[in-house]
């Protein structure tokens, strides 16, 4: 194509066609949700670490605390800034993934940085509200 300078992916990419303003934020929450589909364990790792158990080992390993318990421990704070900050890691892969993506189905460049500003918060606004509801919980049944 004439002048184009660059290409994406073998894909010339053409600045002077612009994608519908609706294509880039779509592509981005669909890949954000197929990533978070993967890293389901980590939501399953927050959730776990944001509550309070039962460490006495007496009913399972996940037993919650109740007035009978002997030794309570959690939440565990260190495990729930590692995973939150793996679920930020997942959601910048979606944002790059959605760049690439709609980088070639439009044949535009659209920057990460705008992808990501709809891949972060969408998977960090609800790992803060899961763990700050679990770490709640866990405290005000102390």
Same mark, same amino acid.
């Given at each position: ?68 318990? %002997?030794?309570? &421990?959690? /939440?565990?704070?260190?495990?729930? $800034? =590692?995973?939150? !900050? ?6 910048? *892969? ?21 992808? %990501?500003?709809? &891949?972060? /918060?969408?998977?960090?606004?609800? $790992? =803060?509200?899961? !763990? ?6 866990? *405290?005000?049944?102390?």
């Amino acid at each position: 194509m004439r002048g184009t300078s660059e290409t994406v992916d073998e894909f010339p990419v053409d600045h002077t066609r612009r994608a519908p303003f609706w294509l880039a934020p779509t592509i981005t929450v669909a890949a954000t949700v197929a990533v978070n589909g993967l890293l389901l364990p980590l939501w399953i790792l927050l959730m776990l670490a944001s509550a309070r158990f039962d460490s006495s080992g007496q009913g399972g390993p996940f037993r919650s605390c109740t007035a009978d318990s %002997a030794m309570c &421990s959690g /939440p565990s704070f260190g495990w729930i $800034a =590692l995973v939150i !900050a793996a679920l930020a890691g997942g959601a910048l *892969l979606a944002a790059v993934i959605a760049a690439r993506l709609t980088a070639r189905f439009t044949r535009t460049s659209v920057g990460v940085k705008s992808t %990501a500003a709809w &891949s972060l /918060p969408l998977v960090l606004l609800p $790992a =803060l509200a899961l !763990a700050g509801i679990g770490i709640i919980e866990s *405290l005000s049944g102390a």
